[in-house]
Every structure is written in structure tokens, then in C-alpha cells.
């Protein structure tokens, strides 16, 4: 049986369509935010198979 860890969350950041970020890929993003995640969490990169990513949206103040 496998071990699941949770090192950490690391939110993106948020912005307009068309807008700041809209030059970046989401593959940057999410190579980014996962460096980050194993820097935070002190985790060795080498122990990690699989990356889980989630979106959540926040649509008249209900998270779904």
C-alpha cells in the first residue's frame, strides 16, 4: 500500500481574462506552484510520483 502525503497548498494567483497572467502557460503555473509546495514543505522531489491539482471556484460566495 502506497503512503499519501499532503505537503502543502499554494494558491495561484488571480487575474482577468486576457489580463496579466494570460502570457503564462498553465503548465508554468503549475510547475511553478508545485516548486514552491516541495520549498515550503521542505519534501524531497525525488519522493514524489504523483501531483494532485485542484480547481475551485467561488461562485456567489459558494465554493464549488
Known amino acids: 500500500m502506497r503512503e499519501v ?6 494558491r495561484t494567483a ?4 486576457g ?6 502557460s ?3 503555473l503549475a510547475i511553478s506552484v508545485t516548486s514552491l509546495s516541495m520549498v515550503m514543505s521542505s519534501f524531497s522531489v525525488k519522493a514524489m510520483d504523483i501531483v494532485v491539482m485542484v480547481l475551485s471556484l467561488v461562485i456567489d460566495n459558494v465554493q464549488i
Open 26 to 28: 498553465p503548465c508554468d
Open 5 to 10: 502525503v499532503i505537503t502543502s497548498g499554494v
Open 19 to 24: 489580463g496579466a497572467l494570460s502570457t503564462i
Open 14 to 17: 488571480i487575474g482577468d481574462f
